[in-house]
């Protein structure tokens, strides 16, 4: 059974503050992700990353940067959190490729809740 | 412009009834379309994606080129079924897009 593991369920932080989540995985997936979720805006993407130290843009990666120095973790940094970046942050991971069985498909963590005062 | 839309944001139904969760998604190129499902206090998981073409807790959902769609449907709503609903496609680059989400209320 796959396991993403978020290392807070719950933060609150100060505005300027340097924020870490982190994120971690058992099942060697290569990719991994990072999205927040606002209601009715659903999940936006923040950042992924297809391999050690490699990462990609998503939707909506300002303000934000990632680390991925080992396969299995995958860290999201809030340089210096603001209000608007209060959310529901959500990583993901899945084995890269189309069409096979287990390819493609998500798997969550159960999601930090950051409020930044 | 990529993206997945769902034009529903709440979606009530009598148990028994059946039940409808419209996607479309605007995509250039053959995406993988999936639909994920988060029940209350629980994460997000995957329900079903378009090339397994199976049923999974009575819900199916067909691929629709033409219409560019991937509705979601069951025959007859249970209450256990309520949750909030996210259509979601894959690219090749492996880059994954949303929707925002519908949720599904089943009235008793």
């Known amino acids: 059974d796959v396991k993403v593991t978020q290392s807070s369920r719950y933060l609150v932080k100060r505005t300027g503050e340097k924020v870490f989540l982190e994120c971690v995985q058992d099942?060697?997936?290569?990719?991994m992700f990072w999205y927040r979720q606002d209601p009715g805006l659903g999940l936006r993407l923040i950042y992924f990353?297809?391999?050690?130290?490699?990462?990609e843009k998503g939707d909506i990666p300002e303000g934000y940067s990632v680390s991925r120095e080992k396969k299995e973790r995958f860290s999201l940094i809030l340089e210096s959190a603001s209000t608007n970046q209060t959310s529901m942050y959500l990583c993901?991971?899945?084995?890269?490729?189309?069409?096979?069985?287990?390819?493609?498909?998500?798997?969550f963590g159960a999601g930090t809740r950051l409020s930044v005062l | 412009a990529q993206r997945v839309t769902q034009p529903e944001k709440l979606l009530s139904v009598f148990k028994g009834a059946p039940v409808e969760l419209k996607c479309n998604y605007s995509?250039?190129?053959?995406?993988?379309l999936f639909w994920y499902v988060q029940y209350s206090r629980q994460r997000l998981q995957l329900l079903l994606r378009?090339?397994s073409r199976e049923s999974i807790k009575g819900f199916t959902a067909d691929l629709n080129k033409g219409e560019t769609s991937f509705h979601l449907k069951k025959p007859f709503a249970q209450e256990e079924d309520s949750a909030m609903y996210y259509c979601?496609?894959?690219?090749?680059?492996?880059?994954?897009?949303f929707g925002p989400g519908t949720s599904l209320s089943v009235i008793p």
């Open positions: 378009h090339i």
């Open positions: 993901a991971s899945s084995y890269p490729g189309t069409g096979g069985a287990g390819k493609n498909i998500q798997y």
């Open positions: 990353s297809y391999d050690v130290k490699m990462k």
């Open positions: 099942m060697d997936h290569e990719n």
């Open positions: 979601a496609l894959t690219g090749l680059e492996g880059k994954v897009i």
């Open positions: 995509y250039s190129g053959s995406p993988e």
